[in-house]
């Protein structure tokens, strides 16, 4: 029989929540560290509201502490986590239409040191390129948004993020295939074109 490659995330992740399970105060804190901001992307991603994000990733907290009992800690806390943030993205998406797009530059550098490193006309391009794309995001439906923002932001795969969206892996994929035309699509329509 071989043997089953064991995940070191996965058992990293299990142990801080058994920890935090057994009453560890800063076994929870750890975890709210490790995933606030990935949290807290993938919300602005669907929302496009930096303010409400905030808000429902504390929410997104606060539930996974709520119903930490019910993780199976033989699957990764961070998809469990991420599903929590999702679904209470939708349900108050369903309640509440967004107003404004309010994105900060997605990767791990700070936006600010990115852009002052860009040269004048490069900085102009890059956040007229930004302007398009954040507009055209917003124009998907909520799901691609958050398949798109799983795929290229937390680099998961598409099971995973089959997992998180609630749907299997083929319909994650389709919806990654079809946000990204969409978005080609509308980039297209606001000028921008690949070989530009």
């Known amino acids: 029989m071989p043997d089953i490659p064991i995940d070191p995330e996965v058992v990293a992740e299990a142990r801080l929540v058994s920890e935090a399970l057994g009453g560890s105060q ?10 606030q901001r990935p ?10 509201d930096r303010a409400l994000a905030e808000d429902l990733a504390q929410e997104t907290f ?3 502490f709520r119903h930490l009992k019910r993780f199976d800690r033989s699957r990764r806390f961070s998809s469990w986590l991420f599903r929590i943030a ?4 939708l349900d108050t998406l369903r309640k509440v239409r967004p107003q404004v797009l309010a994105l900060e530059a997605s990767g791990d550098g700070d936006p600010q040191r990115e852009v002052a490193a860009a040269p004048l006309p490069d900085l102009v391009e890059q956040a007229a390129l930004g302007a398009a794309l954040n507009q055209a995001l917003q124009s ?30 083929v319909t994650a994929r389709t919806y990654v295939h079809r946000a990204r035309k969409e978005l080609a699509r509308s980039l297209a329509l606001a000028g921008w074109t690949p070989s530009r």
């Open 62 to 64: 606060v539930k996974a």
């Open 140 to 169: 998907l439906r909520p799901e691609y948004r958050a398949a798109i923002a799983l795929r290229y932001d937390q680099d998961l795969s598409f099971d995973e993020i089959g997992h998180i969206l609630g749907v299997p892996e």
């Open 39 to 48: 949290v807290l992307s993938l919300i602005a991603r669907m929302t496009g």
């Open 26 to 35: 800063s076994a929870f804190e750890q975890i709210v560290r490790r995933y």
């Open 86 to 89: 999702h679904n209470t993205t």
